[in-house]
């Protein structure tokens, strides 16, 4: 087969109505290399970056109440600053690049997960209307 490891996605593939962080920025922790008394953090693989997690609220109104909020692994060597609030906005909306989704089993359901990575994150672009996919390129979910 070819696809193998990570599927590059467009944010807008993922979130097409947006998405707001709902979390802290933390990094991963490394639970395999770590032990009592010494933490070691989570590198990815390909890379070697630093991995960084962030707990994001999906705006699609369709998703159902428990499904909402979704964890994006952002890819960094320093920590990833979250974009400033708007006023008047109880959350604050955010956007990622470089996105990639790898499917996996949930070890508890047993149902096909998806493990969603970014190289950054960024305020929304105002003013642009989104990207449309070509066909045949679309991931569903």
């Given amino acids: 087969m070819a696809l193998q490891g990570p599927i590059p996605v467009r944010f807008e593939q993922v979130f097409p109505h947006g998405c707001f962080i709902v979390g802290e920025v933390e990094q991963v922790k490394d639970f395999d290399a770590s032990s009592k008394g010494r933490t070691v953090y989570a590198k990815d693989k390909t890379t070697g970056e630093l991995v960084w997690q962030v707990a994001v609220m999906d705006a699609d109104p369709t998703v159902k109440a428990g499904q909402k909020t979704v964890a994006v692994k952002i890819l960094s060597p320093v920590q990833p600053v979250v974009p400033a609030a708007l006023p008047g906005v109880p959350f604050v909306p955010v956007e990622f690049d470089g996105?990639?989704?790898?499917?996996?089993?949930?070890?508890?359901?047993?149902?096909?997960?998806?493990?969603?990575?970014?190289?950054?994150?960024?305020?929304?672009?105002?003013?642009?209307?989104?990207?449309?996919?070509?066909?045949g390129k679309d991931v569903a979910a």
């Fill in 99 to 135: 996105m990639t989704a790898t499917a996996y089993v949930g070890q508890n359901t047993g149902r096909l997960a998806w493990s969603i990575r970014a190289t950054a994150m960024r305020a929304p672009r105002t003013g642009a209307a989104p990207a449309k996919a070509s066909a």
